[in-house]
T-cell receptor, first 116, second 114 residues
Framework: AQSVTQLGSHVSVSEGALVLLRCNYS??????LFWYVQYPNQGLQLLLK??????LVKGINGFEAEFKKSETSFHLTKPSAHMSDAAEYFC??????????????FGQGTELSVKP | NAGVTQTPKFQVLKTGQSMTLQCAQD?????MSWYRQDPGMGLRLIHY???????DQGEVPNGYNVSRSTTEDFPLRLLSAAPSQTSVYFC?????????????FGPGTRLTVT
């Protein structure tokens, strides 16, 4: 069964520091991976997605993620944190359409705090 | 485009009451789904639909019903509310169920069952 694990339910960084949010997946088939961001009291917004093209994926707001098959990882990074990056981040894998209709399986989420 | 809209934003129910959470999208998306979000558990799929007239269960369907009579609308019905259904509910849609397509999420409905 496919699953997603996010290491660290809470990450705190200083403004200007590197942001690293970890995501590992288990999948017996090529995965389709997504990172979503959720700001307080809002819905989820797509940051970026991996769909088996380039392994380094660039997203919105300066975020990027690298797909590493050997490590079954899809970690999210941003070189310099900004106060506005404070939010909850979810890693997700989407199943094939013939497997439960292509549902998204989410990790538990990582809350990012940014200190001034 | 308004994207995915959900009503109401907040709702308080008493145990045993029923209600319908509304979801609509104006992007002509085939695929629509309902998730619930609980602390420390991410989002879990309740029901989904791959097109008008077609629905199926997700991983936590008990206590919920759905229907899809039009492409635009995908209401979620709570038959007899229980405190365990206190959660934040998100509706999402995508162009298709192909795994490369992005799902767009609504703003959510925060439900409290007392």
């Amino acid at each position: 069964a496919q699953s997603v694990t996010q290491l660290g339910s809470h990450v705190s960084v200083s403004e200007g520091a590197l942001v690293l949010l970890r995501c590992n997946y288990s999948s017996s088939v090529p995965p389709y991976l997504f990172w979503y961001v959720q700001y307080p009291n809002q819905g989820l917004q797509l940051l970026l997605k991996y769909t088996s093209a380039a392994t380094l994926v660039k997203g919105i707001n300066g975020f990027e993620a690298e797909f590493k098959k050997s490590e079954t990882s899809f970690h999210l990074t941003k070189p310099s944190a900004h106060m506005s990056d404070a939010a909850e981040y979810f890693c997700a894998v989407r199943l094939a359409e013939n497997n439960q209709g292509g549902k998204l399986i989410f990790g538990q989420g990582t809350e990012l705090s940014v200190k001034p | 485009n308004a994207g995915v809209t959900q009503t109401p934003k907040f709702q308080v129910l008493k145990t045993g009451q029923s209600m319908t959470l509304q979801c609509a999208q104006d992007m002509n998306h085939e695929y629509m789904s309902w998730y619930r979000q609980d602390p420390g558990m991410g989002l879990r799929l309740i029901h989904y639909s791959v097109g008008a007239g077609i629905t199926d269960q997700g991983e936590v369907p008990n206590g919920y019903n759905v229907s899809r009579s039009t492409t635009e609308d995908f209401p979620l019905r709570l038959l007899s509310a229980a405190p365990s259904q206190t959660s934040v509910y998100f509706c999402a849609s995508s162009y298709s169920s192909r795994p490369t397509t992005e799902q767009y999420f609504g703003p959510g409905t925060r439900l409290t069952v007392t």
